[in-house]
């Protein structure tokens, strides 16, 4: 009997598999998602627009119209061309795969988004983590001197970062595309939420890319996210795209959010403000010791120590679920990441948080 382990690598198998937490009949979050759904009217347009799909055909294998839609409403520049993957997750697998023959690494400040250093592994490329500072921040002199010593083929930076929500400096991001002999991915996943991006420079000739996703936005189901980089590396990249990787009903239905982008917009701007009353009511409260400022959806926060997990598991007992991103250990330990939600769930989640702290 031929089993995996007579086949695969012993560090893939000792990898623990993706895991997601139940979350039925809870108040959900922990997964970073925009917790409103369309408006009935726009709901019923949707499904209008669905029903003229066929599904018994491919699909667009370039998606052209979806990708001219992105283009046009994120202001993607001329120079730049464009690659949609299934998710973020696939585009970040497909430029590893790129360089998975060049004998440099994969880099990336830590903690940081796990698929980055997941996918390497997978691949057999070597990762380096650049641990953050105290707070969370960017090492800058940590990171240039490991962009002299192992010259990475990719450097991923998650802009703002999960899962702390930190929004790194942009002067010493710029500062780092410059010093990197290599790619520099920058992960905007969370755009929406943020103050500064550095799409307008995606396709110059510095080694920049931009990678970003409509999860975050409120397409979280529709798995979508895309690439902006030279005409020259997108070429490149798209020959280990696999075939008609953005399936038909994805597709029209990307082009219809983005066809009414003002309604996924309003949605941001609220979630920021309450992002906002969030920190504000977790920094005021007995028992949290520190609140990470945030730029993205959620915010990271520091209770107690040793209270990590129970205050968790507190929270979900009561029907609410967050991250547990203590579970990870270092400098984790003991923190936790709420996706910000509705005033009504932001309210149950503080309400419930309080009583968890004082127990």
């Given at each position: 009997?031929?089993?995996?382990?007579?086949?695969?690598?012993?560090?893939?198998?000792?990898?623990?598999?993706?895991?997601v937490?139940?979350?039925?009949?809870?108040?959900?979050?922990?997964?970073?998602?925009?917790?409103?759904?369309?408006?009935?009217e726009?709901?019923?347009?949707?499904?209008?627009?669905?029903?003229?799909?066929?599904?018994?055909?491919?699909?667009?294998?370039?998606a052209?119209?979806?990708?001219?839609?992105?283009?046009?409403?994120?202001?993607?520049?001329?120079?730049?061309?464009c690659?949609?993957?299934?998710?973020?997750?696939?585009?970040?697998?497909?430029?590893?795969?790129?360089?998975?023959?060049?004998?440099?690494?994969?880099l990336?400040?830590?903690?940081?988004?796990?698929?980055?250093?997941?996918?390497?592994?997978?691949?057999?490329?070597?990762?380096?983590?650049?641990?953050?500072?105290?707070?969370?921040?960017?090492?800058?002199?940590?990171?240039?001197?490991?962009?002299?010593?192992?010259?990475?083929?990719?450097?991923?930076?998650?802009?703002?970062?999960?899962?702390?929500?930190?929004?790194?400096?942009?002067?010493l991001?710029?500062?780092?595309?410059?010093?990197?002999?290599?790619?520099?991915?920058?992960?905007?996943?969370?755009?929406?939420?943020?103050?500064?991006?550095?799409?307008?420079?995606?396709?110059?000739?510095?080694?920049?890319?931009?990678?970003?996703?409509?999860?975050?936005?409120?397409?979280?189901?529709?798995?979508l996210?895309?690439?902006?980089?030279?005409?020259?590396?997108?070429?490149?990249?798209?020959?280990?795209?696999?075939?008609?990787?953005?399936?038909?009903?994805?597709?029209?239905?990307?082009?219809?959010?983005?066809?009414h982008?003002?309604?996924?917009?309003?949605?941001?701007?609220?979630?920021?403000?309450?992002?906002?009353?969030?920190?504000?009511?977790?920094?005021?409260?007995?028992?949290?010791?520190?609140?990470?400022?945030?730029?993205?959806?959620?915010?990271?926060?520091?209770?107690?120590?040793?209270?990590?997990?129970?205050?968790?598991?507190?929270l979900?007992?009561?029907?609410?679920?967050?991250?547990?991103?203590?579970?990870?250990?270092?400098?984790?330990?003991?923190?936790?990441?709420?996706?910000?939600?509705?005033?009504?769930?932001?309210?149950?989640?503080?309400?419930?948080?309080?009583?968890?702290?004082?127990?």
């Amino acid at each position: 009997m031929i089993r995996p382990s007579d086949l695969m690598r012993p560090e893939v198998l000792a990898q623990p598999a993706y895991a997601v937490a139940e979350s039925a009949g809870m108040i959900k979050l922990d997964a970073m998602e925009n917790p409103y759904a369309w408006p009935g009217e726009l709901r019923m347009a949707w499904l209008e627009a669905l029903s003229g799909v066929e599904l018994n055909r491919y699909p667009d294998a370039g998606a052209r119209a979806v990708t001219a839609a992105i283009r046009a409403v994120h202001q993607v520049p001329e120079e730049a061309g464009c690659l949609l993957g299934n998710g973020s997750d696939e585009l970040i697998q497909i430029l590893i795969s790129a360089v998975q023959a060049s004998g440099r690494p994969v880099l990336s400040p830590i903690p940081t988004f796990v698929m980055y250093e997941v996918l390497a592994r997978a691949a057999g490329v070597p990762f380096v983590g650049v641990p953050l500072t105290t707070d969370f921040d960017l090492d800058g002199p940590a990171l240039l001197r490991a962009l002299d010593e192992h010259r990475p083929a990719l450097v991923f930076l998650a802009y703002p970062n999960n899962p702390t929500g930190r929004l790194y400096d942009p002067g010493l991001v710029a500062e780092v595309v410059a010093a990197n002999p290599g790619l520099t991915v920058i992960d905007e996943a969370y755009a929406p939420f943020s103050s500064n991006s550095f799409l307008s420079q995606a396709g110059g000739a510095s080694g920049l890319m931009v990678m970003r996703t409509m999860s975050k936005l409120g397409l979280a189901g529709l798995r979508l996210g895309y690439l902006a980089a030279t005409p020259e590396w997108i070429d490149a990249l798209d020959r280990l795209r696999l075939p008609y990787n953005i399936n038909a009903l994805t597709q029209r239905s990307v082009s219809f959010a983005l066809d009414h982008a003002a309604v996924l917009d309003e949605q941001a701007h609220t979630l920021r403000e309450q992002r906002a009353r969030v920190s504000a009511v977790l920094a005021s409260l007995p028992g949290v010791r520190r609140v990470i400022p945030s730029d993205a959806n959620f915010i990271l926060f520091e209770v107690a120590r040793g209270r990590g997990h129970p205050v968790f598991e507190f929270l979900r007992a009561s029907g609410i679920l967050i991250k547990d991103v203590g579970r990870a250990g270092g400098v984790l330990t003991d923190h936790l990441r709420v996706t910000v939600g509705t005033p009504e769930e932001n309210s149950a989640f503080l309400a419930a948080l309080t009583e968890a702290l004082r127990s």
